[in-house]
DNA sequence: ATCCAATTAAGGGATTTCCCCTAGTCAATT
DNA sequence: AATTGACTAGGGGAAATCCCTTAATTGGAT
C-alpha cells in the first residue's frame, strides 16, 4: 500500500516540523513538503502529486481558506484538511461548502490527526469533536458570520476611506480628522457616511468594530 | 559538557512536539519535559532540576506569565524564555521586570530557538529581533503603553460598568442598552460619564479601544 | 470623448453623545 | 451611627454624530 502523499502548510516553522515530526514513525503517511504559505503550497502541487494538502488558516501572502478554495477548484482530487488555533464556527460552514474535507484546532493529540487524515484520504470527513460542538453552539450567534462578510466588505473600501475609518478608530472627531488631512470635516462626514452605508453599519461603534477586525487599527 | 535541561511548556501537543522535536539531534539541549499549563511546569519543577523553562503565553489553568512569575519568585535559578504567538509589547515590559530572559515568537526558525536558549544558558538574554523592534516602536507610541495602564485601570470599573462598556463596544446606544439592563438611558449615559473619567477617555472610540484591548467585547 | 468612481463640499435636521451638575436608595464597612 | 461606594435618575446645554440630499471636480478606464 502506497502511503498517504501529504502537504503540510503552516507559518510557524516549530508549528510545521512539529507536525512533520508526527509522521516521521508512521509508515502510512509521507510529508512530501512543508511550505509556508498558501502560494507556496500552491506552486508545489503543480509540480507534484499530492493526496492531502494540510492547511493553516492564518498565514501570509495567501490564507488558508484562499489556497482550499483554489485547491479545490483547479487541483482536484487533493483534499483538504485545515488546521486552526481557534474556533472558528463561521469559516467552519464556509469551508464546507467549498468541500473541505476536515477542520480542527492544533490542540488535538497527534493520533488524532492521524486518524483524521485517515478517514479523509479513505473518503470520509472528519471535524474533531470540539469543533463541532462549536458550531452547534454558535449556530445562532451572527457575531462570528459578520467577521467574514466584513473582510470580504473591505475590499469595497476606498484608500480614502480606509484612512478616514483608521483615524475614527483612533477615536479622532470629523474635524480633527479634516484638520489632518486638510479636507473639510463635512467632507469627513461624508465619507463617513459612505463607510456605514457600505458596511450595513449606524454608528462609530460599528466602525470601531469593522477597523479591529480588520487591523485597520 | 552537560546538556541545558529544559522544559517545554505549551498547551498545544502539536507545537510542544515540534518544539521537542527540534532538539532530538542537539547533543546540547535535552527535554526533560513536555507539558501543557503552568500548573504542571509547576510540579515538574518540584521534583526535577530543570536549567531553563521554555513557556508558552497562552495556557490553561495557569498561563504563561503567572507561571513565570511563580518560577522565578521560588524556583531560582531555573531562567524562564516565553513563546508566543503575537507580538504583545505591553506584555514584554512586565515579563522583563519579573525577570524573564528571552522572549520570541513562535514564527521563528529552529536555529534561532536554539541560539536563544544556549544564550539565555550562558547568562544572556534574548529577544528575538522582530519582537524588540515592536517595543522599540512602540517606545513612544501610548497604545501600548495605555494597555498595560488600562488593564490596571480595569480593576477600577465595577461590573455593572464592565457590563456596559461590553454594550458599548457592541455599538448599542444607551437607549438600547438601557431596554437591555432594564434601567434609564440617563443611568446608562452616567455609567458612560464614570466610566471615560476613570478611564480619562472622551469618546467611544476610546472606550472601545478599551474594551477590546481588555477582552470586554 | 464619455463615463464612472473617488473625492470633495455642504444644507439641514434628527439623534446621540459628552459632560457638567444634583440627588436618592441601598448595602457594606468602619 | 456614620461613611463610603455602587447604582440609580434626571436637568440642561454644547458638541458630535447620523443620514438624507445635491453637486462640483478630477483622474482613470472603455
Redesign the interface.
Known sequence: MKPIRLLIAD?????????K??FTSNAFIEVVSVVTNGEEAIDFLKKEVVDIALLDIEMPKMNGLACAKEILANYQPVKVIMLS?YQEASLIKELIEIGVKGYML?????DE?ILAIQKVHGGQEYFSSDVTKALLLNKNSEKVIQFNEKSKLLELLTKREIEIIGF??????NIQIGEKLFISPRTVDSHRTNLMKKLD??????L??FA?QNGL?
Open positions: 507559518d510557524h516553522p516549530l508549528i510545521a516540523e512539529g507536525i515530526n508526527t488555533m492544533k490542540t488535538i493529540a497527534k490527526l475614527i478608530a483612533e477615536g479622532l472627531t453599519l449606524h454608528n462609530v461603534a460599528g470601531i468594530r479591529f487599527s
